[in-house]
């Protein structure tokens, strides 16, 4: 049973680009294109060849397939409820972490690769929103830690909602609140980054991949897509008391990963991008909501006192 | 022990022969003698490991006499002795071809010094890790400073070399004369000079200001913050082998000193725990936030010296605090996890040095703005600098990861039962790694970016031609051991944490450890995991890619045809944003001219920016230079006139005579 995280990951990443897709087809009053477009898009571009820039060397042709490896290696470390992952240890959330900044890097480097000032400007604000996001993360992780007392991802969901302490559910509420703003800045999506925009200037993570094509392209699609999924998976698991049985626990994951998409998709309809110079504030809030998970933790564990 | 002590000596008498042979037979005979040095020091300390709480004891006694230097290995030294002995011995055989370029400008009797130098750090880094008394490690962490001051100026017809070494020198001492003021105190009271003495002092006194006085002697060679200001301009003078070495090994001496005052402890622990903590965690964050801002790219490494000294700080903090709350896992974790931050930093540093050395060769410049494109010319310089980079960031599957790791699971792991300060600490440092981590992504994206991608920027970048073979060769010893402390972890854990456990005497250390090791190997079939899916996805791709159309094109350039390297995105314009947020910090400057409502034709325009390093401004270079007008005032009584100097003399005496009839003399 212990696949049955990185089986959902993938189950999630086929079902959530294509809901919010139609979501926004339908917010906007489009008929819009298929659930399935976003896999008929990569279908079509892995029949494609490449064109690649002669500016860019072997860093290039190389990192969208580290990309891609890091998020599925990531999925390995995802639990499903209480059916632990395929890989758990002590801390594995801190090699998930870096596991996923590996793949930054690499795209970074890409897009560095092509000697455009386009894509160098996407690659510095990667870095730049990324390496502000960092902290959010791993305050977090932390605080779960504190409640829980444990230090895997494992461990820590299946045994999330086992303390008698009812105030948990406002923890999972703020956890939920900063994994989904995370997922957001992380898959480039609004309001950090708009993956639909038209000009290159305000792009983030679309700028970076403008000289990709073919099969890489897909990848990096692919790779999108997962690390959504991964973070889909990461709120289920923190919203999900294991005393629920298998069909219970599949049908609310289900359900919240059509919400989610809902979400992400009512979002980009209804909302605007921030403004470029808006983004660190925006996302130095997220650590400040995290912040706010630990404290609460410290007034949960009545450790004011001591 | 008779046979030691003649080997010892034929040692010095060959280290004489440096300055007799021909220049070309010099480099042969330095190398052999630092294997000479490697060789006898590996087998003082290679039964160490095998047993519990065994210390090795080498009495030097020169001919009969019943005293003399004895060398005192236990595994802390051991360990030390590894790390230094592994850089030293990659740096020389990379001197083999980083220095021949020299043979033909320098002279016979430069290169001898520059050998015998090298040969002299290499042994005094040696002696300071296994000498104890107080005076014999005090010379011998002298001759380590002097010797590392004479191959820093070894391009000393650049007035500027000179000048920063002496400045080197300037700051060596001063942290020598707190040590100095550190062993006397300890000395008086106790009777003893070294580090011997020290148990019995901190048994019987308060210990932070003592430990203070050595962690300002040690921290000014290992450049923590406030302490560091030789350090950017050091590295970058000295020639690259010379860097490789000082920043990965010599400067963890001020980290092996400042551990072995820590092991010696006695009370004080919270507060001597929070003092390196907060030191390094500033260490840590301003290290990198001003290493982002630097064009150099020798000074960009240097500024990443002090952030890892930080990283090494803050799991030696975590230790200590460990100590002070009684967290056994802490003070395993903590120490443990700094201790392999050593280990890797000497190694990712001296690779980056290395290859940063290879770029400076080929291209005869430092400033980044003017490299680009080095990755097509030199591809195996890029992939170490690669390696190197990733290492340096702590991403898996290389070391830096591993040691992090260790760091952060100790924090983790001791949050669930820490009081409400204890897990305010633990949270702002894991915040301030994971910052660090963050920072360190962004500045060497940019650094190899800038570097090794894209298009020439200049005409030298790209004439730049790959190092010979001879320089590449040595650095995959750097690389090999990056690569299997990063797959093979728990080897290379276990004996760290022996050390710990030889160091803090805990019993169960072994027990404590061993899920560490355990978590070690899940990350390292993690590792192996990913390395598998990267190899499966790239096979799959180059078949996929066989059957399909494969062109090359330019660039896409938004429609703009007319693209030149000059269109790139350069290092100012990339950290442009984060310049922005951290204004405030690094007293970033721009010099240019406005242009006027009335220029309808503008002139030609220059526009200079660059950051300062705040805390070396006001530290050192601005009491420096008040220092210097004062004395400058004062020179006015030199006047160069007999009859003034007569009456400065009968004032002096009058001044005598009046307060002695005062009754103030």
New interface residues.
Partial sequence: MNSAGIIAVFLAALIIPGIILRTKSIASGRKGPGMFQPYKDISVL?K????????????FQ?AP??N???V??AA??IPFGKYGAL??????F??F???I??G??FS??AA??????????G???E??F??????A???L??SF??A??F?SFTDIFSNFYLSENNFMLIFGLLGIFVFLQTAMVETCRLPVDDPKTHL?LTMIHEVMI??NS???KA?IHLGTYIKLALYGLLIFNLTIPPAWTFPVQLASFVVIQVLLALAVGLIESFRARNKM?KN?KYILTISGVAWIA?IVI?LLGE??I? | MIPQAIFAICLFGLMTGIFLVTKKWKYYLTLVLVLAGVFLTSCWSFDLFSSLDQIQEIKIYPFGADSGLIFTIDRLSAFFIFVINLTVVTGILYAYGYLKPYLNSKSDIQLSIHYFSYLFLHYSMLMVVMLRDGLAFLIAWEIMAVSSFVLVIFDAEDKATLKTGIRYLVQMHIGMFFLLIAFLIAGRETGITGFDSLPAYFSTHPNFGLFLLFFIGFGIKAGFLFLHTWLPDAHPAAPSHVSGVMSGVMIKMGIYGILRVVFQLQNDFLSIGLTILIVSILSGILGVMMAIMQHDIKRLLAYHSIENIGIIGIGTGLGVIGLAVHNPFLIITGFGGGLLHVLNHSLFKSLLFFSAGAVYQATHTRNVEQMGGLLKKMPWSALFFLIGSLAICGLPPFNGFISEYLIYIGMFKSLPASSMYQAIILISTIVALSLIGGLAIFCFTKAFGIVFLGEARTQKAAEAKEAAFSTILPQFIPVLFIISIGLLSAWFARPVFSIVQQATFLPEAADLAAPVLKNLTGINLAGGIFIGLVVLLLLYRRQHLKNRPVACQPTWGCGYTAVTPRHQYTATSYVYNYNHLAKPLLHTRKIMAEIREDEIFPDKRTFVSHSEDIIKEYLTDKPANWGLSVLKRIAAMQTGKIQHYILYAFLFMLLVLILTYLKLL
């Avoid at chain 1, 494609?48 to 860093?59: A, E, L, M, N």
């Avoid at chain 1, 560095?112 to 400007?121: K, N, Q, V, Y």
């Avoid at chain 1, 990324?130 to 902290?135: A, I, K, V």
């Fill in positions: 892995l494609k060849g490449s064109v690649f820039s002669t500016t860019s060397g072997s860093i190389i397939a580290i891609l490896a890091t599925l290696c390995l470390f890989i758990s240890f002590e801390g594995d801190i090699f972490s870096y596991l900044a590996l930054r890097f970074i480097i560095l690769d092509t000697g455009s000032s386009f894509e160098g400007m690659a510095n604000r870095a730049f990324s390496m502000l996001l960092e902290p993360f791993f305050i992780m932390a830690a504190m829980t007392g230090t290159e403008l000289d073919g099969f890489d990848l110079n660190p630990f410290l450790r004011f001591n």
